[in-house]
């Protein structure tokens, strides 16, 4: 079955900065790929997410790129702010509905001011 | 903006103990999931639901779990004999039915159930 690899665990930026959180897949079935952001004792909220048969997709100061080749995906956040930090997964499952999300670890990100 | 809402936000339940963990998915939404996260790990999916029936289940939803849609609204986890080990957050979940303009697999995550079995 699938596998999603997440790194880092953890990651600390000042504000202003940006952030990058790279996944990596195992199952070359796999065409859906999700981020959630979650703040502490609330629910995973879908921030951004891409199909297989596009490259990179923007919205503000979020983007998320992907490389099926290479199996992997990336979130990048661009001048970030106090109110970015959260645990961030990253998610990947075949493009049918009704199949599992298969989520990586998580990234700790912390932003300072 | 339409949400999944879950009841209870909390439940303390006795090792042994049955519970039911309800859910009401967003209402054009067709398919429903419930999810799992032990405190401080990744959150890990346990069944998929369409049409009355089962779409895919993972290898921790075994024979003393069990969901239901008693309803047009209401979608349920239900946990028989609970173990210590079944402590978590629940979540529920739906995705619309897939569209050409919409990404199909978008899931809408409720704000959870804790569990806890003492």
């Known amino acids: 079955g699938e596998n999603v690899e997440q790194h880092p665990s953890t990651l600390s930026v000042q504000e202003g900065d940006s952030a990058v959180i790279k996944c990596t897949y195992s199952?070359?079935?796999?065409?859906?790929f999700p981020w959630y952001k979650q703040e502490l004792g609330k629910r995973p909220q879908l921030i951004i997410d891409i199909r297989s048969n596009v490259g990179e997709k923007k919205d503000q100061r979020i983007a998320v790129t992907l490389n099926k080749t290479a199996k992997h995906f990336s979130l990048h956040i661009t001048e970030t702010q106090p109110e970015d930090s959260a645990v961030y997964f990253c998610?990947?499952?075949?493009?049918?509905?009704?199949?599992?999300?298969?989520f990586g670890k998580g990234t700790t990100l912390s932003v300072s001011s | 903006e339409p949400e999944v809402t879950q009841t209870p936000s909390h439940q303390v339940t006795q090792m042994g103990q049955e519970v039911i963990l309800r859910c009401v998915p967003i209402?054009?939404?067709?398919?429903f999931y419930w999810y799992r996260q032990i405190l401080g790990q990744k959150v890990e999916f346990l069944v998929s639901f369409y049409n009355n029936e089962i779409s895919e289940k993972s290898e921790i939803f075994d024979d003393q779990f069990s969901v239901e849609r008693p309803d047009g609204s209401n979608f349920t986890l239900k946990i028989r004999s609970t173990k210590l080990e079944d402590s978590a957050m629940y979540f529920c979940?739906?995705?619309?039915?897939?569209?050409?303009?919409?990404?199909?697999?978008?899931?809408?995550f409720g704000e959870g159930s804790w569990l806890t079995v003492v």
């Open positions: 979940a739906s995705s619309e039915f897939p569209s050409v303009e919409r990404s199909p697999l978008a899931i809408y």
């Open positions: 199952d070359s079935a796999s065409n859906y």
């Open positions: 998610a990947a499952s075949p493009n049918q509905a009704g199949t599992a999300l298969i």
């Open positions: 209402s054009n939404h067709l398919y």
